[in-house]
């Protein structure tokens, strides 16, 4: 538990206890459903809510008053918040992922903010982002924004970013970055796409912890087979180089399948090479992939893998860790701050065919390697839980409080 106490006068000798941290946490879509088995693989539209419902309870256990304003219709999410000790107010009707309405939204926060200490924007998606960038000028509590991705620079879709996204979500994102009290961001690139906005306090906070659909880990593999697998999760698209994987498969023992979890407009081109490699039967393309069936593959792989060069997702990354997988992966935008290499995995440089083959066949090769790494793996994804993430939010949070004149001492025993 973390106590928080403010000096006394300077005529007084000892601590006194004040009252918790009071936080308002804003942003569209942050209590969508978790993922179920049979849903489709979809990270992108469940991660940063699920880390959201993830934190907020750990914020509350730990003695800390919380309040989460979102969009959309209450659910189950809203219970299970609310008997964590978590307030829930929701603005807007309709489908989920509407857009949160900016006079009723800007209205809420005015009010909710004068219980507050500190107000917290989570920038995921662009209907955050008209009430994000207004924030400042209906409350004058300091502001710490959540930058889960960016629209300006859209790194995990690896795409460039639209003309509106350019001159009206960049716009909106930067102001409202310039004018935070503290950034949280979570990864290093996206950290710095806040510093080049002019922010200037920035905390990288990657969520190291559960993904969406780890409540579907323990299942039996769909299917089975002799020899080593090797699994990819994700898009087969020119940015995450799925002809790359099939070319090092060739370099690695006979026994190895390539299992692709995905579909995209490079799925022939990937039948078509392992055909002329001759091993079409060592290459298996899984395009319809539920949650399920990520879960599946990912708990028999004996190496995850990526060659991607940007935009690849992190949520299959964090899933191997937790099942204690190896993962062999290139050194793009979020996943250093996911991996240590040569501790729980192996970076390589992005584009480098040759190291991407030597570090996968090192892995496959080597039944102690394998084991080591992913002991590492499921150990140090148990250590990052929720708990220690709230800690670090806290910490935050007094900085950004003792900078305005509240000189906090925080007991970190949590």
């Known amino acids: 538990m973390t106590a928080v106490t403010s000096r006394p006068d300077s005529e007084q000798r000892h601590e006194q206890p004040i009252r918790p941290i009071r936080s308002l946490h804003v942003g569209a879509n942050l209590l969508l459903s978790s993922p179920l088995a049979d849903d489709t693989f979809m990270p992108e539209r469940t991660d940063t809510s699920e ?16 309040h989460v304003l979102t969009s959309g219709t209450a659910g189950r999410e809203d219970v299970a918040l609310r008997d964590a000790g978590v307030a829930v107010t929701r603005v807007g009707r309709g489908a989920a992922r509407g857009r949160l309405p900016l006079g009723p939204v800007l209205g809420e926060v005015s009010r909710l903010a004068r219980w507050s200490d500190v107000v917290h924007v989570h920038l995921d998606e662009s209907p955050t982002l008209p009430a994000a960038g207004l924030m400042d000028l209906v409350t004058a509590r300091p502001i ?53 906005s002019g922010a200037t306090d920035v905390a990288v ?16 593999p769909v299917d089975d087979h002799e020899g080593l697998r090797v ?10 180089r799925p002809l790359a994987l099939v070319d090092a498969l060739a370099l690695q023992p006979i026994d190895s399948h390539l299992y692709l979890l995905g579909d995209g407009p490079l799925r022939l081109a990937v039948d078509q090479r392992a ?17 399920r069936t990520v879960c599946d593959h990912l708990s028999r792989a004996d190496a995850v893998v990526t060659a991607a060069l940007t935009g690849e997702d992190s949520t299959a990354i964090r899933l191997a860790r937790r099942f204690g997988r190896p993962i062999v992966a290139t050194a793009i935008e979020d996943i250093p701050d996911l991996l240590s290499d040569g501790i729980d995995g192996l970076l390589v440089p992005p584009n480098n065919d040759v190291e991407l083959s030597a570090a996968l066949r090192g892995v496959l090769t080597s039944r102690q390697r394998r084991a080591e790494l992913g002991a590492s793996a499921r150990r140090r994804a148990a250590a990052s839980g929720w708990t220690e993430l709230a800690r670090r939010v806290v910490h935050v949070q007094s900085e950004v409080l003792r900078a305005l004149g509240h000189e906090l001492v925080v007991d970190r025993t949590w």
């Open 51 to 66: 880390q959201v419902r993830r934190l907020l309870p750990a914020l509350a256990a730990a003695g800390h008053e919380v």
């Open 275 to 291: 055909r002329e490699m001759g091993f079409g039967e060592r290459v298996h393309v899984i395009p319809r992939v539920q949650w």
């Open 144 to 196: 710490i924004v959540h930058l889960h991705s960016s629209r300006g620079v859209p790194l995990r879709s690896g795409q460039r970013a639209s003309l509106w996204g350019r001159l009206v979500d960049a716009t909106l994102e930067t102001r409202s970055l310039a004018r935070a009290a503290a950034v949280v961001a979570s990864s290093t690139p996206l950290a710095a796409v806040a510093r080049s």
């Open 231 to 240: 699994v990819s999760v994700g898009p087969l698209v020119r940015r995450r």
């Open 205 to 220: 906070l990657p969520s190291l912890a559960d993904a969406p659909g780890a409540g579907n880990l323990d299942r039996p």
